[in-house]
């Protein structure tokens, strides 16, 4: 039984650029959440995807945009990357009316 | 809103001492879950123990136990003779009951402690 994968498991990007990060959750699941983690920091709660719409979104601006695809899987959009956009990008994946994530191992994204 | 605090950054033991970690939380919420990830070099966060907020009993799990009191809104887990596989920063979390939100478990993290467990 796969686990959340993610990828690419490492990118760097320039000031600017945009990125699409990917992530197909762990079989079964139905809701996908992105977190970022920047360095020495908890993860912070970007957005989450279920039935193919945005549900909740953590305080993040516009930049940040997402998908769900029908097989459930995810891809988070960031254009005009910022510096500041330097971080861990998580990807957890859960049944929508059940607490329990379960997160991937990560796209560490460098903006330069 | 709801607030983590883990006041410990990092904690240094030598190999089969215990160790415990603390968790405090606010929230203005009467349902709510808490958790404690493990997070190794890796990335990946992994997940140990979930805990909703009826259920104060305190839980051991081969050498973690965890141990809930509402009363002190806090949530803190032990790793009795640890070992040097435990080195890891260790994160506390708190989501919404998705019956109050009607679904879906928004986390909100603490920022962690860094476990080293040395020889």
């Known amino acids: 039984d796969a686990g959340v994968t993610q990828s690419p498991t490492h990118l760097i990007k320039t000031r600017g650029q945009q990125v699409t990060l990917r992530c197909s959750p762990k079989?079964?699941?139905?809701?996908v959440s992105w977190y970022q983690q920047a360095l020495g920091q908890g993860p912070q709660f970007i957005f989450q995807?279920?039935?193919?719409?945005?549900?909740q979104r953590g305080n993040f601006p516009d930049r940040f945009s997402g998908h769900q695809f029908p097989n459930y899987s995810s891809e988070l959009n960031v254009n005009a990357l910022l510096l500041g956009d330097s971080a861990l990008y998580l990807c957890?994946?859960?049944?929508?009316?059940?607490?329990?994530?379960?997160f991937g191992q990560g796209t560490r994204l460098t903006v330069v | 809103a709801q607030k983590v605090t883990q006041a410990q950054t990092e904690i240094s033991v030598v190999e089969k001492e215990d160790v415990t970690l603390d968790c405090v939380y606010e929230?203005?919420?009467?349902?709510?879950?808490l958790f404690w990830y493990k997070q190794p070099p890796s990335g990946e966060l992994v997940f140990l123990i979930r805990?909703?907020?009826?259920?104060?009993q305190n839980e051991i799990s081969g050498r973690y136990s965890w141990n809930f009191q509402k009363s002190t809104s806090s949530f803190n887990f032990t790793i009795t003779a640890s070992q040097v596989v435990d080195s890891a920063v260790y994160f506390c979390?708190?989501?919404?009951?998705?019956?109050?939100?009607?679904?879906?478990?928004?986390?909100?993290f603490g920022t962690g402690t860094q476990l080293k467990v040395e020889l």
């Open positions: 957890a994946s859960s049944l929508w009316d059940i607490t329990e994530a379960f």
């Open positions: 079989s079964g699941h139905d809701t």
């Open positions: 995807y279920y039935e193919e719409e945005e549900r």
């Open positions: 929230t203005r919420d009467t349902t709510y879950y």
């Open positions: 805990r909703n907020s009826f259920d104060e």
């Open positions: 979390a708190l989501s919404e009951a998705p019956r109050v939100t009607g679904g879906g478990n928004k986390l909100t």
